[in-house]
């Protein structure tokens, strides 16, 4: 591994095949990734290229991974909207009001399920960080994989493996595919995820884009001590305003409003963080046009060109990145 860095991955929907491109545009220019975090498609996007680095496999495989997906498959809907799908949208409400959402994410967790176990990896424990890799980092973050979810139980959020202990379960046995399909738990569309604890409670979990889409900061020092490698992020951007811009689309009835209010959440959430200088200098920004996280008709050329944007992004991030000058600017970045 000639450059290492630690990567993190905006959540962003479909749009989270330029985040593919870009983690390919980072490999061809010869880095890899000692720890990978990701929220929602950032986290699906992250264990896929967790388990490749576990596997010995090269990332140039990443592409042909994720072009196995159907994100049309996506929002099936779940037992009670089969049962109604002759109702019609009637099916969808009915389905949001029961389960809390509109698909129940079994594809999502079968075709991921079954990515990463091809590869070797079932648990967390498969991911456990070694050696060199997990010099200076706390015991109870030795993992290469994090994602973000949100706790809507308890009202927090919650960033796994680390934060199993806090639900009295061991990091190690828990399954990759459960911790990733509730960070990708879009609200009103997919059924939240619920983890039995040991006391026999269930807690629902969602999108951990809620309350934090762009977790840049996840993999920072706090001792003050010089970081070994940098951390590099990638976020999903979309023109607001202007050619390119995504067209408003009509909010009509409960389900409509409810993903379009939480989208809103979603993009405002991070604001902060990434209009951040030190945070937009160690950030690849994709613009993703007018496709939107929820386009799940997304046509071949839409995922070509998304991934091509990916790519490039991360060619002209790598023409002006200098990890020593983020250093002395902002004395962050790993």
């Known amino acids: 591994m000639a450059l290492r860095t630690d990567l993190v991955l905006e959540g962003g929907g479909v749009r989270g095949f330029a985040l593919v491109g870009a983690v390919q545009g980072l490999a061809e220019a010869g880095y890899g990734f000692v720890r990978v975090a990701g929220t929602s498609a950032g986290a699906v996007v992250a264990a896929v290229v967790a388990a490749l680095g576990r596997a010995g496999e090269p990332l140039s495989r990443l592409a042909d991974v994720a072009g196995t997906l159907e994100p049309s498959r996506i929002r099936e809907r779940g037992r009670i909207g089969r049962a109604l799908g002759p109702l019609g949208v009637l099916a969808d409400v009915v389905s949001f009001l029961d389960d809390g959402g ?135 951007d979309r023109p607001e305003d202007g050619p390119g811009a995504a067209p408003s689309r009509p909010v009509r009835g409960p389900v409509s409003l409810a993903v379009a209010t939480l989208a809103t959440l979603v993009d405002a959430a991070d604001a902060r963080v990434v209009d951040d200088p030190c945070v937009l200098d160690r950030t690849i920004a994709v613009p993703t046009g007018a496709v939107r996280a929820t386009d799940f008709d997304l046509s071949a050329a839409q995922r070509r060109e998304l991934l091509e944007a990916g790519a490039l992004a991360a060619r002209r991030f790598l023409a002006r990145w200098d990890f020593e000058r983020n250093l002395r600017t902002c004395r962050c970045a790993g």
């Not at 993992?143 to 809507?152: F, I, N, P, Q």
């Not at 190690?172 to 983890?195: E, F, G, K, N």
């Open 102 to 236: 509109v698909a129940d994410g079994r594809y999502l967790r079968d075709w991921l399920g079954g990515v990463l176990g091809d590869l070797g990896v079932a648990t967390f424990g498969d991911l456990r960080l070694s050696g060199e890799a997990a010099e200076g980092v706390p015991e109870g973050r030795r993992w290469s994989l994090l994602v973000t979810a949100t706790d809507v139980s308890r009202r927090r959020a919650a960033r796994f493996p680390e934060d199993y202990p806090r639900y009295g379960l061991d990091p190690d046995a828990q399954r990759v595919v459960d911790a990733v399909t509730a960070s990708a738990a879009i609200p009103a569309v997919i059924d939240p995820v619920r983890l039995r604890l040991p006391t026999g409670e269930r807690v629902a979990l969602l999108d951990g884009g809620l309350l934090s889409n762009y977790p840049i900061t996840v993999f920072d020092r706090r001792d003050g001590v010089r970081p070994r490698w940098p951390t590099i992020g990638v976020r999903l």
